[in-house]
């Protein structure tokens, strides 16, 4: 695809946040580049977790109700006891007056972006290139260039920095990254063992609070996902030592029967905010921009958000059906729900999870009680858990 300059917008990154926003210029006539380091589009397993807002933002491309055929509908999640089993259980279909998609969908996030890059190939205006891995950008006050470890040079008139959490765009303009990183590790652990034929009452979504290790059990379409904290001094060695690996699933359920598992991952956790979402021509969006502990599933479904955002108002400048001040709006639309929103959500999911602190636990079980049975606090709850009140749905 032969494209001037001045035509196209530059993406960087072809995850989640990036194929959305490509998707969204693709869908307008747009011309754009997407550039992404790897030979082909990743398949390992991240997210698993799309909640209702984003279900219904995806539906414009027609991938909502392939993603659903692909994955498992949770209208439920739970918080748990590993004493006392369930403490509480959150129906997402009370929500349904506001949303058409009243449920959180299981289903792994590379199919999201098989899905995207098929749409955005249906359109033809966007071209998204492998192996394409961006080295640094340079802008002046009416382009912005991107330069690939190739040597190669693309110009655009606006460039978005999708590329992670380690993001290449966001160093290149000097834009702190502020907050801090967990002490723990966090160790997924996928298992083919049917938990829900074992376990009383368990749905889809489960947090498991224990003062000595909490973990959470997440089931997505082809496995059972169980996540749990690790002493970031431990080897790696020690950690997947296969007889440790047995032994943190038998305190989850105990059977007589070896479990079989199917991937480990182990990953460092931080809470961050980019300090700024935007620098003349460039913006960051998704993990570029922020990222979370997955305690309520918001990392993914911030950063698709991000795109909507961004990528509307991208397409509506590029098209000329509003003024380039539009994207000022940008960051003081979304900055603000990872600062508060989403930081302040996962930080009290973790914390409410893992406290060994007495009155601390009796305090949770209390609240979760309390929201449980009060309809209007129930309501709250849910439509901040279901990242709906991030977006404006207050009741
Ligand atoms: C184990 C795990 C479980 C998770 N579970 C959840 C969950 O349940 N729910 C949820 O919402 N979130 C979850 N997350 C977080 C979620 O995976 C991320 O928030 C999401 O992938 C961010 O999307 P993104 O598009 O911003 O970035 P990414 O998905 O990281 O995509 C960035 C892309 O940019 C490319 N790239 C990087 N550098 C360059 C470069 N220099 N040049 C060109 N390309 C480059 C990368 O190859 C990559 O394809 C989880 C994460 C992990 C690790």
Not at 53 to 65: A, I, K, N
Not at 208 to 219: C, G, H, I, S
Not at 291 to 311: Q, R, S
Not at 361 to 370: D, G, P, T
Request: proline residues 5%; negative net charge; aromatic residues 10%.
């Amino acid at each position: 695809m032969k494209l001037k300059s001045t035509e196209q917008v530059l993406i960087v990154g072809a995850g989640p946040a990036g194929l959305t926003a490509a998707a969204l210029l693709a869908e307008a006539g747009v011309f754009a580049t997407v550039l992404e380091a790897e030979p082909e589009l990743p398949t390992n397993l991240r997210a698993s977790t799309f909640h209702p807002p984003t279900l219904e933002m995806l539906d414009r491309f027609g991938v909502t109700d392939l993603l659903v055929s692909q994955g498992l509908v949770a209208p439920t999640f739970q918080f748990r006891d590993r004493s006392v089993g369930k403490l509480a259980e959150f129906d997402l279909t009370e929500l349904a007056d506001v949303c058409t998609r009243p449920f959180r969908l299981q289903c792994e996030q590379y199919k999201l972006n098989l899905a995207l890059v098929d749409y955005i190939n249906s359109k033809g205006t966007v071209d998204i290139r492998f192996g394409a891995k961006v080295t640094g950008i340079q802008q002046s006050s009416n382009s912005v260039s991107a330069t690939l470890s190739s040597g190669e040079r693309l110009d655009g008139q606006y460039l978005l920095g999708s590329d992670g959490a380690k993001s290449v765009v966001r160093h290149a303009l000097g834009i702190p990254f502020e907050g801090f990183t967990w002490p723990e590790a966090f160790l997924v652990v996928s298992t083919t063992f049917p938990f829900e034929e074992k376990m009383d009452d368990l749905c889809w979504v489960n947090y498991f609070a224990d003062p000595e290790e909490w973990f959470f059990l997440l089931r997505a379409p082809d496995f059972w996902r169980v996540m749990f904290p690790v002493d970031a001094n431990t080897t790696e060695s020690e950690i997947f030592d296969p007889s440790t690996i047995q032994l943190r699933l038998q305190r989850v359920f105990k059977t007589a029967a070896e479990y079989e598992v199917a991937h480990t991952t182990l990953y460092r956790v931080h809470q961050r905010v980019a300090k700024q979402y935007s620098k003349g021509r460039v913006f960051l969006a998704g993990d570029a921009a922020h990222i979370n502990n997955p305690l309520g599933g918001m990392g993914m479904n911030g950063g698709i958000h991000d795109a909507f955002n961004l990528g509307s108002k991208l397409a509506a400048v590029m098209t000329g059906s509003a003024k380039p001040s539009v994207l000022d709006t940008y960051e003081p639309e979304r900055r603000p729900i990872a600062l508060e929103y989403v930081n302040e959500i996962t930080i009290r999911n973790k914390r409410n999870l893992e406290t060994n602190d007495l009155a601390e636990q009796k305090a949770f079980r209390a609240m979760l009680k309390e929201i449980t049975m009060n309809p209007a606090k129930r309501r709250i709850y849910l439509l901040r858990a279901s990242m709906l009140a991030s977006l404006g749905v207050h009741q």
